[in-house]
């Protein structure tokens, strides 16, 4: 019998976590016995308080009191492995089949000498296929799913991109000819395509066809998909491409065996591994170490295959073993950061033990992408009369400080016992950018998120605090739970703002966590939207923002990021103010 840990990483995230952590609760365990651990890293939320009280004693929770990254998070969520022969590791924002861990395990007992096997991951939620007819050039400016922005994850190999020289992670899109858009509707229907350029476009779908003018000012083209989904591959597995940047296998193709015959086959040999879906042999992370805690997020998944790699284990692929993931729901490329610890985390990763030529290849291409920076942004620039763009140049400059740095640590911590197998003093290295928490908002296949307004006072027979209506909202079933983000706010004198774990540990009728110390509010840049409230006989309050042109949702992050303030409201967005004491004692409040 095999006794697995899986591992969970919570940061302010209670819809994603609850639902990974439910999918691991179902799964088959006939290979022995399966230990669940989540680690949080700090929350200010209220999502460690929720969680708590929704799985109990079914689930371990590891409080790190701050955000310690994901490399050092799920450090200590691997622990002490004696008794333990393997550990999972699953994305707080995925979910797995019931079979999953137990064909990670086959495939480990299979092949004694692989320290980890990957999971096939599945992007989430499904694809709808649009066909596009472009007679001259078309730039696509903006791709929406039932009014929710999905443009950065729609697929397709036919699109031209075109990276911004200001800031590359910003890119255009450009269809000329014949192009296969896949979109990533999940059961959503409508799709509105905000275009550009010349010529015209016709679009066709198995709901029918549109056609639309192209010219230089943007227009909506709204079209409606049939019921046909398809399921895209977020990777089998990792390999590196010529410049030692690691990227995942298959990524964005069809996942069926027609497209990806791999898929039909067994477990083969691949490069690496990705964090968000891997079982991991204990033995082998006795002796080459965990994550290295420098990385703090992204590439120390890389980093550790390859340290395993030198000491002669394999990394293989698991087809059979399903992981279905929202790629970058609780992170990717538009988080806080991602450009520095991405590229910072890249030249660790490759710079690390490399042969000769390695170096060279890796100095080369970074050397070129400085030049690219340097040329584009403040040469050219000059050049044409023009003030010099300095966003990007220091973005580097940041890298290359944060990377000399976060070398000369990991090389210390290397020192005596393996990398990450005892708890780190310090995770957060000098040049590294903070990461403020983000409130949730509506995604593509996503749930409704909805604002449950929390009474502070949380006392007395007002029903205030542990009322069960209250619980009952803050901890739902998972049928409701599985369509609606419920996020718990307080209001005060000038704004709405997160409700701090001391507040939902009282809602829940739990004892009140310590209290973290709040900061005063960051007084808004923008007057707040007039919001209109109507109060039903049976106490419920809707809360249904102006009818304005759309907006888009903005926040008043606090001095100490400890909590988060709404300056307006978008069109159509609900909120249930059950309870809210404010609306009796203030009630000309808008």
């Known amino acids: 019998m095999t006794t697995v840990r899986a591992v969970v990483v919570n940061w302010n995230s209670w819809w994603f976590t609850r639902r990974c952590v439910a999918s691991l609760l179902a799964s088959e365990t006939s290979f022995g016995e399966l230990e669940i651990v989540v680690v949080d890293n700090g929350s200010v939320d209220g999502s460690l308080e929720r969680l708590r009280h929704e799985f109990g004693d079914s689930v371990r929770f590891l409080d790190n009191g701050k955000n310690l990254g994901f490399a050092e998070a799920c450090n200590r969520g691997i622990g002490d492995l004696r008794g333990v022969d393997h550990v999972a590791l699953v994305n707080n924002d995925a979910i797995v ?32 296929a649009l066909d596009l007819v472009v007679d001259g050039r078309c730039t696509l400016e903006r791709v929406e799913v039932d009014g929710v922005d999905a443009t950065d994850r729609v697929q397709s190999a036919d699109l031209t991109l075109h990276g911004n020289p200001e800031w590359p992670l910003e890119l255009w899109r450009e269809a000329v000819g014949s192009v296969r858009l896949l979109v990533p509707t999940g059961d959503g229907r409508r799709v509105s395509m905000t275009v550009s350029g010349e010529g015209s476009m016709t679009v066709a779908t198995g709901a029918g066809v549109a056609e639309t003018a192209l010219g230089h000012r943007p227009r909506t083209l709204d079209v409606v998909v049939d019921d046909v989904r398809v399921e895209l591959l977020n990777g089998l597995g990792t390999e590196w491409n010529p410049d030692l940047e690691s ?56 980093d550790l295959a390859r340290r395993a790699e030198r000491s002669g284990w394999a990394t293989v692929s698991a087809p059979s073993a399903v992981v279905r993931h929202a790629f970058g729901g609780s992170g990717g490329a538009r988080a806080p950061g991602f450009f520095f610890l991405n590229y910072r985390n890249w030249l660790l990763a490759s710079l690390r033990d490399p042969t000769p030529a390695q170096r060279r290849v890796v100095r080369a291409a970074l050397t070129e992408r400085v030049r690219i920076a340097v040329r584009s942004n403040i040469l050219s620039r000059l050049r044409h009369r023009r003030l010099p763009s300095l966003t990007l140049p220091l973005a580097w400059l940041r890298v290359l400080a944060g990377f000399a740095t976060a070398r000369l640590v ?49 006392g007395g027979d007002l029903g205030t605090g542990s009322d069960p209506l209250t619980r009952r909202l ?41 209290p973290r110390p709040i900061a005063p509010l960051v007084p808004a840049r923008a007057a707040p939207r007039t919001v209109t409230v109507r109060v039903d006989p049976h106490g419920w309050t809707a809360c ?47």
């Open 474 to 514: 803050l901890v739902p079933p998972a049928e409701v739970a599985n369509h609606l983000e419920v996020l718990p706010v307080v209001a005060t004198s000038d704004a709405v703002r997160m409700a701090t774990p001391a507040e939902v540990a009282r809602a829940l009728g739990g004892p009140p966590t310590a």
């Open 410 to 458: 990991s090389r210390l911590r290397r020192r005596g016992r393996p990398l990450g197998r005892r708890p780190a003093r310090f995770v957060r290295l000098p040049f590294q950018p903070r990461f403020p928490p983000r409130a949730p908002g509506p995604r593509p296949g996503g749930p409704v998120v909805v604002h449950l307004e929390l009474d502070p006072t949380a």
């Open 247 to 302: 990227f995942d296998r298959r990524f964005g193709e069809v996942a069926d065996p027609v497209s990806v015959p791999e898929l039909a086959g067994g477990p083969r040999e691949v490069a690496g591994f990705c964090g968000g879906g891997v079982l991991l042999r204990a033995r082998m992370l006795d002796e080459v170490g965990a994550f290295d805690p420098c990385f703090f997020a992204y590439y120390e998944d890389t």
């Open 544 to 590: 249904v923002a102006g009818q304005g042109d759309r907006s888009v949702r903005r926040f008043v992050w606090r001095a100490d990021q400890r909590g988060v303030a709404f300056e307006d409201l978008t069109a159509g967005e609900l909120g249930s103010l059950v309870d809210a004491v404010s609306s009796l004692v203030a009630p000309d409040r808008q």
């Open 97 to 128: 089949e019931p079979s999953c861990i137990t064909e990670l395990v086959g495939v480990l007992t299979e092949r004694r000498d692989a320290g980890a096997a990957a999971a096939r991951m599945v992007l989430e939620p499904s694809f709808a």
